[in-house]
């Protein structure tokens, strides 16, 4: 059962370009999450994702970010016109359900995201 | 919603010592306390975790222990070796949604 797969690893982006990161969660996940790590910091939750629907975004900047997970194919971050700012590693992670509460979280490997 | 503040941010113990990392969270309705490692440019990794009818739990040199009327919840680590070495995050679910949320995290060097 391969883990939660993220693409790319490392994007380099120049300001104002576009950025695309990709999160196939684990096999069985209905759930996934999107957070932020800057350099040398915590993860700063941004998006809480199912199947088609978006069930709290209360992280994400109000502007150029955007989010989604389709019926089919893996879940998308997208942040259009990146700034400098934008630089950080980006982690998904999944979890099989949230009935009975909060459990156990996988993390991919992460997307590095270097804005130039 | 869930605040969750961590301390220290830095720890450097010797090999053989007691570590001891010390969370607290604002939201009395969390009842999912994880902790995860995460080596250097690696994914974050669950290493433990309680839930709010426990008190303590505890996995080989690995023990968490939680305070639900104050709020506070401690990852203890015993006789530490240099692997140990790693950033230790603390989290929080936020109001039973499944989102979690994470401490600033500390840095744990385990001197030979």
């Known amino acids: 059962n391969a883990g939660v797969m993220q693409n790319p690893r490392h994007l380099v982006r120049r300001r104002g370009q576009e950025a695309r990161l990709r999160c196939s969660p684990m096999?069985?996940?209905?759930?996934v999450y999107w957070y932020r790590q800057l350099p040398e910091e915590g993860l700063k939750f941004m998006v809480y994702?199912?199947?088609?629907?978006?069930?709290?975004e209360s992280g994400m900047p109000k502007e150029r970010f955007s989010a989604e997970f389709p019926k089919e194919g893996p879940s998308i971050l997208r942040i259009q016109q990146v700034v400098r700012g934008d630089s950080a590693a980006y982690f998904c992670a999944s979890s099989p359900s949230t009935q009975g509460g909060a459990g156990e979280l996988f993390f991919g490997e992460g997307s590095r995201l270097t804005v130039l | 919603g869930e605040n969750v503040e961590q301390h220290p941010s830095t720890l450097s113990v010797q090999e053989g010592d007691s570590a001891v990392i010390k969370c607290t969270y604002s939201?009395?309705?969390?009842?999912?306390f994880p902790w995860y490692k995460q080596e250097l440019g690696k994914r974050p990794q669950l290493i433990i975790d309680i839930r709010s009818n426990v008190g303590e739990k505890k996995d080989q040199r690995i023990a968490v222990t939680l305070n639900k009327t104050a709020k506070h919840f401690s990852l203890h680590i015993t006789e530490t070796q240099p692997e140990d070495s790693a950033v230790y995050f603390c989290?929080?679910?936020?109001?039973?949604?499944?989102?979690?949320?994470f401490g600033q995290g500390t840095t744990l060097q385990v001197k030979p």
């Open positions: 096999k069985g996940h209905s759930h």
């Open positions: 939201d009395s309705a969390s009842n999912y």
């Open positions: 994702l199912q199947k088609e629907n978006i069930i709290d």
């Open positions: 989290a929080a679910d936020s109001s039973n949604t499944g989102k979690l949320i």
